[in-house]
């Protein structure tokens, strides 16, 4: 059975701007009145033939950082401005101790929100656990800044990438 029936699309490039040395990944976005507001991260290693490598200023690192950013874009996809979405004091709780990974950003009850995967190296380096621990958390965008709102249930040490989905006011996860 073919399931797309003459459908076509147009692709384009959003070229995001590297902030800091880390390098931008994964963009969600939301229309606004204005165009898109635009989050992505930035990420402290490169994949290589070998794997992956990491680093922290011009040394190498054991563990993933991650830096999240902000962006207004035009619908002809044209940057308007970036700037930090400032995370750095979510750090104190423990699931996110090495930052947040992925957020996906939506519209629910009016306002912007998004998940994400709190990332905490720790069990991984003291070897009690053969992973790191990524934990799906659920955050209010409020300007640049984003603020926590919950740790959601999971039943395994690694949840990554949740997608919302909003059904009138029920938010709900996939």
Same mark, same amino acid.
């Given at each position: ?80 401005? !970036?700037? #930090? %979405? ?6 104190? =709780? ?5 930052? /947040? ?20 190296? !720790?069990? #991984? %380096? ?6 790191? =621990? ?5 955050? /209010? ?34």
């Amino acid at each position: 059975m073919k399931i797309l029936r003459n459908i076509s699309a147009k692709c384009d490039y959003l070229d995001l701007p590297k902030l800091t040395n880390y390098n931008p990944l994964n963009p969600s976005f939301v229309i606004n009145n204005h165009g898109l507001r635009v989050i992505y991260r930035g990420c402290n290693y490169n994949l290589r033939e070998t794997g992956y490598r990491f680093f922290y200023g011009s040394w190498t690192s054991s563990v993933t950082d991650n830096q999240n950013y902000t962006a207004e874009v035009s619908l002809d996809l044209k940057l308007k401005q !970036a700037s #930090f %979405l400032e995370d750095r004091h979510l750090r104190a =709780r423990e699931e996110a101790a090495d930052g /947040i990974q992925d957020l996906k950003v939506f519209r629910w009850r009016g306002q912007i929100y998004a998940s994400g995967s709190g990332c905490n190296s !720790a069990p #991984f %380096l003291r070897k009690v656990s053969p992973t790191r =621990r990524f934990s799906m958390m659920l955050f /209010i965008i409020e300007g640049s800044r984003l603020e926590y709102v919950a740790t959601l249930p999971a039943d395994q040490p690694e949840e990554k990438n949740w997608m919302p989905w909003v059904v009138d006011t029920e938010l709900y996860f996939l």
